[in-house]
């Protein structure tokens, strides 16, 4: 395979006597030995997006390494300066487990540190949602969040927070990224540290963040009679090793166990093939203790902390995976109970959820006359509304399919720990009133309607692969099919265009919601699919929603399995 010569002299470039050593040895292996390697390394810069950076971990411009984090960073405090000006600087760092997430995290302190920023880091690992709190506990302008959440062991990520505690959205986010392009050599980032204003955190912080989360129970005297309730916990050998725990005994729970092979933290996640708690592989191990002790809940978080998996008993006493739509309804559905029997619902609350997130979250706050937000996929747009609305409305919880949730606004991401604590609490409610969780979701469906949703990832690696995605996404921009599994599809909507077109009258009206790489199909049965690149991966994902009647509880097994055959037939017509 010959490397084409722009890619080469990108890559020679690297030879030059700025950067260190072991890059220099790694570039010059690349180009006498791996031509294929040095491509994908040098084809292209490594795109800080609007949440920040993710990539493969080596040497080159489309790597994570010290010179990509590098100008990320700088392009971030020159960013910052501009937009607070004559004010100190703060930030707030925080990492994962993974490799080199900490040396990442300590050379983003240090350009930071030699840009005139007070720096707050963490001493050790910790989730992103206490990055989240810690940029607001501590009055940053900006946090760093260094992981790549559940991708492979070879990725690394650099998510960038705003001074709420949320993720990057307009203008900061494309306004960062113009700054960082302007980086063009690695002599205009400023390595020259001051280590004198590093500061590490580490346990005030923990204590400072639980002090929030205990006041969010709604229910301790259910929890104080069921304080026993048995429950096993795993991180995955991530960042919520130590605080889940934490924060679930704070809560009052007593019977919480471990998985010892997984409580050690290991950015190669030795016991499962990805350390992803929406992949039924990943908590093998915890449903296993589970049946050894008879516990009743099982929670999984992925790496760094901001999204949990569940299982829980069904009718046959077996341990079943629920997905992340069944659990957002578990909870939300908990919340709006529990407000409304306490009296909190005033008429100023909110629920959020993302556009490819269950419709039942919608019917659920309908319910509690409480108004439901639809935001775009990406937990950022959910933070921005809760400050939005910040002294306005009071926002009560919010989630998304892919296993994300918040409960309370002392953070402004996805938090999982605060997520464990009312999943157990809302276990412990259910029970105290002669219910299993499992019995409550059924109960909901009941009232509800039986929803039921499927997703559908497609991986597609390397630069051929980011085309191939294109193509898909361009085909059924520009030709829509007219029927899916039979059924017509009656409207489209596709938000790059921002653009709602009922195909059956041609009738067309504007989306609301900012411009996103999506496109929704609504067929006359009422089914929805949505697709959409991945912001973060290679990968496409095709989210099919439908929704059938449950009469009586007798009929769940038999509109269950009717379900996934809808399910199974939407997938297979789309041919993909």
């Known amino acids: 395979m010959e490397t084409d010569n722009q890619i080469l002299e990108r890559a020679k470039k690297w030879l030059g006597s700025n950067f260190d050593e072991a890059t220099r040895k790694e570039v010059e292996h690349l180009i006498k030995n791996d031509p294929k390697e ?16 993710r990539g493969i971990m080596g040497v080159g411009t489309n790597r994570m390494n010290k010179y990509t984090v590098g100008a990320a960073t700088q392009g971030l405090a020159n960013y910052v300066k501009k937009s607070f000006p004559e004010q100190q600087l703060k ?8 490799h080199n997430s900490q040396f990442f995290a300590r050379i983003t302190a240090e350009i930071l540190s030699a840009n005139g920023f007070t720096v707050y880091i963490f001493q050790d690992l910790r989730p992103t949602p206490m990055l989240s709190f810690a940029t607001r506990h501590y009055g940053c302008q900006t946090g760093i969040m260094i992981t790549a959440s559940h991708n492979p062991k070879e990725y690394n990520g650099y998510k960038v927070y705003w001074n709420d505690g949320g993720q990057l959205v307009a203008p900061h986010d494309t306004n960062v990224i113009d700054e960082v392009l302007k980086i063009n050599d690695i002599s205009e980032i400023n390595f020259d540290k001051k280590p ?4 590490t955190i580490g346990q005030e912080t923990d ?18 009679k069921q304080k026993d309730l048995k429950m096993v916990f795993t991180p995955i050998h991530g960042t919520t090793i130590d605080i889940v725990p934490m924060a679930l005994r704070a809560f009052g729970f007593e019977k919480i166990y471990n998985i010892p092979e997984q409580d050690i933290p290991d950015g190669t996640f030795p016991t499962v093939k990805s350390p992803n708690p929406e992949e039924p592989e990943a908590l093998e191990m915890a449903i296993a203790k589970a049946r050894e002790v008879d516990a009743e809940l099982v929670m999984a978080t992925d790496p760094d902390g901001d999204r949990v998996g569940i299982a829980i008993k069904n009718p046959e006493n077996e341990y079943e995976l629920l997905n992340g739509n069944q659990t957002a309804a578990l909870i939300i559905y908990y919340l709006l109970t529990q407000w409304k029997k306490q009296g909190k619902l005033k008429g100023k609350e909110f629920i959020v959820k993302t556009i490819v997130t269950t419709e039942l979250l919608k019917d659920i706050a309908d319910d509690f006359n409480t108004p439901c937000y639809d935001v775009l996929t990406g937990f950022k747009f959910i933070g921005e509304i809760i400050t939005r609305l910040q002294g306005e409305k009071q926002f009560i919880g919010g989630g998304e399919e892919s296993y994300g949730y918040l409960i309370g606004d002392h953070a402004r991401d996805k938090d999982a720990v605060i997520a464990c604590c009312i999943i157990a609490e809302a276990m412990a409610w259910a029970k105290e009133n002669g219910h299993s969780l499992y019995e409550l979701l059924i109960d909901i469906y009941l009232k509800y309607g039986f929803y039921k949703e499927s997703l559908l990832s497609i991986t597609k690696k390397g630069k051929e692969g980011m085309e191939e995605i294109s193509q898909i996404m361009e085909n059924f921009r520009s030709h829509t099919p007219e029927m899916i599994d039979g059924k017509k599809v009656v409207l489209k909507k596709d938000y790059q265009l921002r653009t709602e ?36 991966e290679p990968k496409i994902k ?31 017509s789309l041919s993909i």
Not at 207 to 224: G, H, N, V
């Open 542 to 572: 095709f989210y099919f929603g439908i929704k059938g009647a449950l009469n009586t509880k007798d009929e769940f097994k038999q509109v269950n399995t009717e379900l996934d055959n809808r399910l199974t037939r939407l997938k297979e």
């Open 196 to 199: 004198h204003q590093i500061i």
């Open 207 to 224: 204590k400072a963040y639980i002090d929030c989360l205990t006041p969010l129970s709604l229910s301790p005297e259910s929890i104080q």
């Open 38 to 53: 040095l491509t994908e390394s040098f084809y292209r810069d490594l795109e800080f997006g609007t949440g920040g950076l």
């Open 91 to 98: 930030a707030a760092i925080a990492f994962d487990c993974r």
């Open 501 to 536: 077109k009922n195909l059956l009258t041609g009738e067309e009206k504007e989306i609301e919601l900012p411009v996103s790489n999506v496109i929704q199909l609504f067929l006359e049965d009422g089914s929805k699919i949505t697709m959409r690149p991945s912001g973060t």
